[in-house]
């Protein structure tokens, strides 16, 4: 999306952006403006139900916070009422604390400015899939992932012009010890792309390693005084959040960094088996974990997140892409509205184990709703397979040309005089065709989407070219993309500080798997 | 969905809905009873620009009708101005034509009474693909197809609960001369259907035969004074009307049946290369056919159609499942409401020629977007491959998975207090899981939606069973399907007459490939 305002657009909010425009000195190309309102599944009286039920959730039954003592304390003094770890809200008490200091969007900084992205409003950032152990591709099928495989999934974010944000752990790189990989994995962030990133979660001191390489970056003070990473906090629903999220979430928020807190429920298992049901306790657990980062540092960037998937009551299974999900998600987006926060949901999710039609149909089904739903930060919109078990090559630029779609549906429709087209019906007339109209010949480069992997010739032509398959059009554009790969610039002296850092660290502990 | 308004829904249109079950004595499980809103683009702004355009298009350029002297001739009397074969219409002139007498809905009576289908206001009615030639299948690959196919899809679409209709030319069949087929095709519908299906529209003969036959199953004067079929009309867009066209709407207007006046566009060749100078078009035709339409018989049942797909810049071929398609539905459904009218798109279109993943995110992006717009009857909702070229077996039931997925996401929320499941999270608490909790045991049955197409077993379930993908799932399903075929009672004396009637008829004239 450009940030000139150059086309007259049908629904508002241009006023907010512009404002947002003068505080933050991005470039909105960076990320998607919204020009399309969103879909508001519930009316205000359903939304003040499930409102009214999450007070009562936290009220009542309340939240655990495990083996985290110093979370404890502070919720205690914030008036809530705590038992053992059970922590239990007067009614109106989250919301009241959230709203007080929360940000309704942040920035969160690239390396490159021109790459930074806005978190909230109107704004969509689209990121790639997260936390699988194993990858896949046509040509060597599943495989367990290794750091390779994570460098190319962040070099083919990078090149990916619909896709916003670098992520996280974009795979496992299950060939470095679990206790060192985080230096990698944000190294290779930090070196390979210049959009922006995450920082890991899966232990407080690797958190404060991402902070302190991302110090080596960006510089200490800026760290401090902005946002440079947002990070994913997952809640262990039910109603539960333990002292490895707390303890990263605490380290992050202290340093100003964001937090997306994420109830991870698969409907059925770890939520009731409704989709009003679940909202609650989404909402429930949102108000919890923002809460407490609330309370750790007031104005600490936060997002409300969810994820949510229904689970097959035949077998146990996570299923994806179907109603269920959907409609819990356009019902989480409004509820984080309501609340003011930003929003986080997934993206291309799937169930498929290959990137067939069964992946397609569920990839769709998802970012369509999180596109309409008014998703801020779109986590897993490129890769995504087999739930979350395996990041997928051909899948992952499938589901970067489907986000690029996603990026031209939220710019709406051009309403200006060129939009409008009538001259071009003037000149055309009945019978005729626009194709050589002077009209189309001054606006078709920019009149319509362009996938990269669609197939739109003709029978004979497409068994002429090998009757190939999505997926395999998919095989060759991933191959040609890290063939043409070329490293965005980056300051020798800081590079060779990242590695200095992450050398010294990792000589300080041993090599450990969990 | 079921007719009995057992829960409590988040959105309104309760009343509405409760006053057309008064008049029309039809089971809802025919159809779907939208509860969620319907996605509105763009703003009353911009849509009164539209309509005022639309106008201009009327009034200035015009529309020509072909061939068919008896339109202008009504036209005229009606206060157009005629020039030659163009068409102008005076500002406000067809709205006011088409209000002053064109239904909001309508009920298409089925001869099983069971399956007769409201269409229009929160109805959705989801309909087999459309006008193939060729089909498709995973053992033989892409043919022409025969009669034995057409009777294979129709028994298809009276075997998925998910869709409500039997269609129209669900594929052509090839086999059978151009200008008997309709006889074979409105039998089969008959035959080995009990669904409500589409009259002939390649001929205004054909229509009388589409009537004739009715006429033998539900009776003269109940075909008189009912609709018994919906039949698509298509514009030459740009802004024309042809003679065939023109004559089977005619024929189908003076016997009371309903039929959808669709402008059929690909953007950039036969409309301008913007969403909303396409919108523009769409409405200026639509409004023509459909005042024609009421003037031929006022009150006679019609339906806003759209058909619209964008075309490649590059080659010039027609593109399925993009964003700027999509605009153009949400806009074209918001100005048929507007206007007072049942709204037809298409569903699971695409350009892909097989069920691959392409297929699977155009037909995907199609549907949610039609269901969101808040279609009335989604033509094209299953089968649809290379750009409607092939009807595939594969796709056929796979779409049929996911329109029963577009049925649980219209159905929307229950706000029920089973559906709040308040004593759920108080029964399972912080950290445990529902999957045996009372709640949960009581209502998974219903819970969420089943595929039958997905695969959601473990990887390593998945290969041990073939790792098969959902296409190769989906030729076992088709299989069986037809394997369990069991035909609909049907009068034997019908079933006598309706054949001697098609036998005399045949032998009147000579085939003819035409």
Chains 1, 2 share one sequence.
Request: with cysteine.
């Amino acid at each position: 999306m450009s940030s000139t305002p150059r086309k007259r657009r049908a629904s508002g909010g241009r006023e907010a952006r512009r404002t947002a425009r003068r505080q933050a000195p991005v470039s909105t190309a960076a990320f998607i403006d919204r020009e399309i309102p969103c879909f508001n599944l519930l009316n205000d009286e359903a939304l003040e139900t499930i409102e009214h039920n999450a007070d009562t959730v936290l009220e009542e039954i309340g939240i655990e916070f495990r083996d985290f003592p110093e979370a404890l304390e502070l919720l205690r003094n914030a008036g809530a009422d705590i038992n053992g770890e059970r922590v239990r809200f007067p009614r109106g008490l989250c919301r009241s604390i959230i709203q007080a200091s929360a940000p309704a969007e942040y920035t969160q900084h690239a390396r490159n400015p021109e790459r930074s992205v806005i978190i909230g409003g109107d704004r969509t950032v689209l990121v790639p899939a997260y936390g699988s152990p194993f990858v896949r591709d046509l040509d060597s099928g599943r495989r367990y992932a290794t750091l390779e495989d994570f460098q190319n999934f962040v070099k083919l974010a990078y090149m990916s012009p619909a896709l916003h944000h670098s992520g996280g752990t974009v795979c496992e790189p299950v060939d470095i010890p679990v206790n060192k990989r985080h230096f990698d994995m944000v190294y290779s962030h930090l070196k390979y792309s210049d959009k922006p990133f995450m920082g890991s979660v899966t232990h407080p001191e690797r958190a404060e390693d991402s902070v302190a390489m991302a110090k080596i970056v960006f510089g200490d003070d800026f760290v401090e005084e902005n946002t440079v990473m947002t990070s994913l906090i997952n809640a262990n629903s039910p109603l539960t959040f333990d002292a490895t999220m707390l303890g990263a979430a605490t380290v992050y928020a202290r340093h100003n960094q964001a937090t997306m807190i994420s109830p991870f429920l698969l409907a059925g298992a770890m939520s009731p088996v409704t989709v009003a049901g679940t909202a609650t306790q989404i909402l429930a657990e949102a108000l919890a974990g923002i809460t407490y980062v609330q309370l750790v540092r007031p104005g600490a960037p936060v997002i409300f997140g969810t994820f949510a998937a229904a689970v097959s009551m035949q077998s146990g299974a996570p299923t994806f892409g179907t109603p269920e999900p959907s409609l819990i998600l356009y019902a989480a987006a409004q509820l984080a509205r309501r609340l003011g926060l930003p929003f986080r949901s997934g993206g291309a999710l799937c169930a498929s184990k290959i990137p067939d039609a069964q992946a397609a149909y569920e990839s769709a089904n998802t970012m369509q709703t999180a596109a309409l739903a008014g998703v801020n930060f779109m986590l897993h919109a490129a890769g995504w397979l087999e739930g979350g078990l395996a990041m997928g090559y051909e899948k992952f630029v499938m589901d970067a040309d489907q986000a690029g779609m996603i990026a031209a549906l939220l710019g709406g429709v051009d309403m200006s005089d060129a939009g409008l087209a009538m001259d071009a019906m003037r000149e055309v007339g009945p019978g005729s065709h626009f194709l050589g109209a002077s009209h189309t010949r001054a606006h078709f480069e920019k009149a319509f989407y362009r996938s990269k992997i669609a197939d739109n010739n003709s029978f004979e032509q497409w068994e002429l070219e090998g009757s190939m398959d999505a997926a395999q059009r998919a095989n060759g554009i991933w191959k040609r993309m890290l063939n043409d790969y070329e490293l965005p610039p980056l300051d020798p002296a800081i590079d060779e500080a990242l590695l200095d850092f992450v050398a010294r660290r990792k000589a300080e502990f041993p090599d450990q798997n969990y």
